[in-house]
């Protein structure tokens, strides 16, 4: 049983990360006092809620033990510390099995929009990261070509069972059920709106239905179930509202899933766009997240470093549709995995470029990454800005995030200033908040370029859209 005692409305005590509290309220504000903390720490509601969760528990916070948030702790889970073994020092991306799967049905049959949006997701990862991480699926089998042309490039994650059910399912149950919470609920309302339909909700019970992949339906792309799932205009209701809901309920989870797995590798995540939705409110908190690290972080850094200012971690950056470019270079549906690996040495410029900045990154401002992101079309390999033109030229949007949740790493960084000196206060922020290059396509956007690339899907598949 949990260390965890109720003085009165106002006043607990409690074990936190191995340290006696007091956790007082008073008004509206939050603080939290003890033999170990110099000083009392203020408390804003999220950090003041996720000290609550923890002083509650009879077991350690999975994200504590698998992202190394405790400060008086620096090993991770030893089921992490193997995977993140596996992924190594190369700066990578974690992509969803079902899109790769989706995308390698697109180049050898007919292909669906979504199935065009999963190869332009594909084609994306492969040139704008240096190592592409699938987890491993039956429907690996087919890709002997990738696998030939650009085998130093892809990484398939291997884990046995025992840290699906184990690590993984603990990590993950607990962010699927407040994915599915009553209203409000940022996800829902993501869905509702992306779909039109005020009536859409998620099902708690798929979780435990659903979730066992690969075991219970590996290899399936989820474009599969999209082609049939989709609205075709009419209002959903019935048992197509429940079809639809259950679907999405589905990708929910998949996209939480894979992107906690990511954050316990160290690297982001790029979803399926049939996803979007959901990472769209995944990622907008990591932005907040990495606001408040950097925040304190001012209070802890060198004296010369930049107080981080209010502007968001997000800016447009024009880039050509890669798809599209790589389809100007393809004779035949054969051809696609050598030209992504023609499109990767000429990207290879850009992509040094930001591994150089992230590993030099000192905390500093969104303004810097602003100042950043002018001078990447000076990185750009001659001949793709008329591509751009000619392909209709997607716009990205870069964002610099960390992938923790908001208030159990402010929690876990105002600890740190607590516990440690300031030298190494500061090393075990770098070391845990250094910030990722996320790439995110509007898929508004994305699906308006292949409208304009239709001729060259006529040539290469010899289909026009219906």
């Given at each position: 049983m949990p260390n965890f005692q109720r003085i009165d409305d106002a006043n607990f005590t409690f074990d936190l990360l191995g340290s006696n509290v007091l956790f007082t309220r008073k008004e509206n504000a939050w603080s939290i006092t003890g033999p170990d903390l110099p000083s009392p720490?203020?408390?804003?509601?999220?950090?003041?809620?996720?000290?609550?969760?923890?002083?509650?528990?009879s077991i350690p916070h999975p994200d504590i033990i698998n992202l190394g948030l405790d400060p008086r702790r620096d090993a991770l889970a030893s089921d992490v510390t193997f995977l993140r073994t596996q992924v190594g020092e190369t700066e990578s991306v974690l992509l969803d099995t079902t899109t790769l799967a989706s995308a390698i049905l697109a180049l050898k049959w007919r292909p669906s929009p979504a199935s065009l949006l999963d190869l332009s997701t594909v084609t994306n990862a492969f040139i704008l990261y240096d190592q592409v991480i699938v987890q491993d699926s039956a429907r690996l089998s087919d890709m002997h070509q990738v696998l030939i042309t650009l085998k130093n490039v892809i990484k398939i994650l291997e884990y046995d069972r025992s840290i699906v059910s184990g690590t993984l399912w603990t990590a993950n149950v607990e962010a699927a059920n407040?994915?599915?919470k009553e209203a409000p609920n940022p996800i829902v309302d993501a869905w509702r709106e992306f779909?039109?339909?005020?009536?859409?909700?998620?099902?708690r019970s798929i979780w435990d239905r659903e979730q066992d992949s690969p075991a219970g339906w590996d290899g399936v792309p989820a474009s599969y179930y999209f082609g049939n799932s989709l609205?075709?205009?009419?209002?959903?209701?019935?048992?197509?509202?429940?079809?639809?809901?259950?679907?999405?309920?589905?990708q929910t989870i998949r996209t939480i899933f894979n992107d906690n797995l990511a954050a316990m590798l160290g690297v982001p995540y790029i979803p399926t766009s049939i996803r979007s939705p959901v990472y769209s409110v995944l990622l907008s908190q990591k932005i907040v997240t990495q606001h408040l690290a950097d925040r304190l972080l001012g209070q802890i850094g060198p004296p010369l470093l930049e107080t981080p200012n209010a502007t968001p971690y997000v800016a447009e950056l024009s880039v050509p549709f890669l798809l599209g470019v790589a389809f100007t270079r393809m004779e035949c549906?054969?051809?696609?995995w050598k030209a992504v690996e023609g499109l990767r040495n000429s990207f290879a410029p850009l992509r040094e470029r930001i591994s150089a900045d992230r590993d030099q990154w000192q905390g500093r401002s969104g303004a810097y990454l602003s100042e950043y992101l002018k001078h990447l079309r000076g990185y750009l390999p001659p001949g793709l800005q008329m591509a751009q033109e000619a392909a209709s030229g997607a716009g990205s949007l870069v964002s610099v995030a960390s992938p923790l949740g908001g208030g159990l790493a402010d929690l876990a960084i105002k600890l740190a200033r607590a516990w440690k000196t300031t030298e190494k206060a500061y090393a075990w922020y770098l070391k845990r908040f250094r910030p990722y290059i996320h790439v995110v396509v509007e898929m508004a956007t994305e699906a308006k370029s292949l409208r304009a690339v239709e001729n060259e899907v006529d040539r290469l598949w010899g289909v026009k859209w219906t």
């Open positions: 720490i203020n408390l804003d509601a999220p950090d003041a809620n996720a000290a609550m969760v923890i002083g509650q528990r407040a994915a599915t779909f039109g339909n005020n009536y859409i909700s998620l099902n609205p075709s205009g009419a209002p959903v209701k019935g048992e197509a509202l429940r079809s639809l809901n259950d679907f999405l309920s589905v549906l054969d051809d696609y």
